[in-house]
T-cell receptor, first 118, second 112 residues
């Protein structure tokens, strides 16, 4: 079926505004990850969901960042009161992850949302 | 704290060469290691995943090896082609965690 879909592809916001980034994982994928990627760097982990449960949010930079996956499929990453340092590409990845093979499934990435804060 | 380093940061080679990309990690207690490719403006594409119990994985012209005890992995690309030009990233999942820790990548350019 279709791959991981992220929207919008580009988002420009003024400092202080709230933004919401959407991720549609591959249908049936249990695991969902959010990453932040600065220019010229590797992705940095933000948070992890297993179905609707957020099992790790240790990478969220501040309490302005909030993620949810209420029905275990689509996920939204929300950033409140955006600041210039939030400018980056936000990547979403999903993996099948069931049973004993939970941890050895390749991740499938979306093309990301490029966020620019003016 | 797990740290992942990739060497070299950039590489330019003529078409047809065989090449090796290196990845090292500081904590050998890993669950698996994954190699990805990233094209400009795109997300990451998984190339190979090596479980901690495995020594290598192969897919077409790509071969990845893992030496857990020394904290190293290499990605071997045979007979490189201009279409292989991209950034290659390795990532490790440390045992007992959910997250992948990424290196900063190697930017590869294969010249026609």
């Amino acid at each position: 079926g279709a791959g991981v879909s992220q929207s919008p592809r580009y988002k420009v916001a003024k400092r202080g505004q709230d933004v919401a980034l959407r991720c549609d994982p591959i249908s049936g994928h249990v695991s969902l990850f959010w990453y932040q990627q600065a220019l010229g760097q590797g992705p940095e982990f933000l948070t992890y969901f297993q179905n609707e449960a957020q099992l790790d949010k240790s990478g969220l930079p501040s309490d302005r960042f909030f993620a949810e996956r209420p029905e275990g499929s689509v996920s939204t990453l929300k950033i409140q009161r955006t600041q210039q340092e939030d400018s980056a590409v936000y990547l979403c990845a999903s993996s099948f992850g069931q049973g004993g093979g939970l941890w050895n499934q390749p991740q499938h990435f979306g093309d990301g949302t490029r966020l620019s804060i003016l | 704290k797990q740290e992942v380093t990739q060497i070299p940061a950039a590489l330019s080679v003529p078409e047809g060469e065989n090449l090796v990309l290196n990845c090292s990690f500081t904590d050998s207690a890993i669950y698996n290691l994954q190699w990805f490719r990233q094209d400009p403006g795109k997300g990451l594409t998984s190339l190979l995943l090596i479980q901690s119990s495995q020594r290598e994985q192969t897919s077409g012209r790509l071969n990845a090896s893992l030496d857990k005890s020394s904290g190293r992995s290499t990605l071997y690309i045979a007979a490189s082609q201009p279409g292989d030009s991209a950034t290659y990233l390795c990532a490790v999942r440390t045992s007992g965690t959910y997250k992948y820790i990424f290196g900063t990548g190697t930017r590869l350019k294969v010249l026609a």
